[in-house]
């Protein structure tokens, strides 16, 4: 079970019929009636609402029931019932009204989350947590087996088809703790690479197969996506296009721009002879990487995203993206190389959306970022070459669930290439806790040790933004 893109009037709630998980489902080819309750209470004496939907094999049993008429910023309890069977309890929270001046926001951001280098420690720990929110950053699956020191397996090689996709997903989420912070507070998400396959862009896959091939196999990725998220009827795909980008109001304290920057970028520059996919290339050597025409987002996606800021009257605009919009330049010394798969590889598409944020003087701008499987506090400027220029929005990496990271050896390499990054750390996994007030933006850092099932969390780091003063400072 899990909810999901709370409104002040209602959120969505999921879950998905499936007696034989790791095997399709188990499921008969015939629809299945489901009934949902929403309570104000968790004993279910005080149900405040109730409805049934049907669960189809077209979509898996999966149910996205978008539930009405709640009140705003209050909990709620919701269970499903089918066959006899009553599902476990959840819990959910709609967001304030709009016009409503909250006091402040809690919620928790992560990311890659891979099977098989980890434990989901993290999410037992987020469970605990006092939030409102989980906003996840993309690499909920992984379509690959790689990294050292796994500490349990995928149960099958690489998926290309529907069922493959869905087995992979149904062993992911049969993890007790991910279910757990499920069953804790209402998700947003959005994806990146490894919901399909690891660098792909736009219609070209990593290894240059033919594209219609490819497209098939996005179709497949995308619609077990869906089927296992608790997103709203809107977002269901069709075929290989699925619109997921979108907005999300937290009152007159928070706004969140979710973005998809998979489905619509330009390819990646200066790629490997035979292969698509990203490339750690020499600047001088890549004059390509350079042209103003190269988008992350697509041109319709980026406009959205610029109309969005320059209306949202919120205290904090908060971006909510997949990879490090910070320039990191890789080689220590003399000359400059940079990874082409992130924002680094679309530099002047950065340069615009940095660019719009400053002009329009857009409010306590706030970039949440995964991908990159480090912990990271960075300064973000219009032009990161040179130094003198003001600071115009805040980012932070979350480090990832259990994806290894880089060395701590590279990181420090990093920030002393790049003194507008502040903070990088890739040794540690989990998650970045934040608080949103009036005054202040709060993130904490909260680590664990991925290897170890029943490992205790702490806080590695913690930084604050003020209002109206870009640049995040060490402390809490």
């Known amino acids: 079970i899990a909810s999901g893109y709370p409104t002040p009037e209602g959120v969505v709630l999921w879950t998905r019929l499936a007696p034989e998980p790791h095997a399709g489902g188990g499921m008969p080819q015939a629809t299945v009636e489901v009934a949902w309750e929403v309570a104000a209470d968790e004993a279910f004496r005080k149900i405040v609402r109730r409805g ?25 309890f919701y269970r499903f019932h089918a066959g006899g069977v009553t599902s476990p309890t959840g819990r959910t929270r709609t967001a304030p009204a709009a016009s409503a001046a909250a ?8 990311s ?25 950053l993309g690499d909920y699956i992984y379509e690959s087996s790689w990294g050292r020191n796994h500490v349990r397996k995928h149960d099958a090689g690489e998926p290309v088809t529907l069922e493959e996709y869905r087995n992979r997903y149904a062993l992911y989420k049969g993890d007790p703790d991910l279910q757990a912070a499920h069953a804790a507070f209402p998700w947003i998400t959005t994806w990146d690479d490894h919901e399909v396959q690891n660098d792909y862009a736009n219609d070209r896959s ?7 091939e490819f497209l098939r196999r996005r179709a497949a990725a995308y619609q077990a996506y ?13 075929g290989p296009d699925a619109l997921i980008y979108t907005r999300l109001d937290s009152g007159g304290l928070a706004v969140f721009h979710v973005l998809d920057d998979r489905q619509y ?38 406009q959205w995203l610029h109309d969005g800021l320059a209306a949202a009257g919120a205290r904090w605009n908060v971006i909510a993206q997949q990879t490090l919009m910070a320039q990191v330049d890789r080689t220590v010394g003399e000359g400059r ?7 680094d590889g679309y530099p002047k598409a950065r340069e ?3 660019g719009f944020i400053e002009g329009k003087s857009v409010t306590n701008p706030v970039v949440l970022s995964g991908d990159v499987h480090t912990f990271a506090v960075a300064d973000l400027k219009v032009d990161f070459d040179r130094p003198g220029l003001p600071v115009v929005a805040t980012e932070f990496g979350g480090g990832s669930i259990t994806s290894q990271g880089p060395s701590q050896k590279q990181t420090q390499a990093w920030q002393a290439e790049n003194p507008h990054l502040r903070y990088a750390n890739g040794t540690r996994h989990g998650y970045i806790a934040m608080e949103l007030t009036a005054k202040r933006c709060t993130a904490r850092m909260r680590a664990v040790n991925e290897k170890e099932p029943d490992a205790a969390v702490h806080t590695l780091a913690a930084w604050t933004v003020e209002d109206g003063r870009p640049g995040a400072q060490r402390g809490a």
């Open 206 to 212: 990593q290894h240059l197969d033919a594209r219609d």
């Open 352 to 354: 615009r959306l940095l």
């Open 265 to 302: 970028r330009s390819y990646q520059v200066c790629a490997r002879p035979g292969r698509g996919g990203s490339n750690v290339i020499r600047a001088d050597e890549c004059p390509e990487r350079l042209d103003p025409k190269l988008t992350l987002l697509g041109p319709e996606q980026e």
């Open 112 to 136: 890659c989350q891979q099977y098989e280098q980890g434990y989901y420690t993290a999410y037992r720990h987020m469970a605990q947590e006092d939030l409102d929110l989980v906003v996840h």
């Open 103 to 110: 006091e402040r926001m809690r919620f928790a951001f992560g």
């Open 337 to 343: 190389s940079f990874w082409t798969d992130g924002w």
């Open 226 to 238: 869906y089927e296992h998220m608790p997103l709203p009827q809107r977002m269901q795909p069709r």
């Open 52 to 76: 049934t939907e049907i669960a189809t094999p077209r979509w898996a049993h999966s149910v996205h029931a978008e539930v009405p008429g709640l009140a705003p910023a209050h909990n709620y």
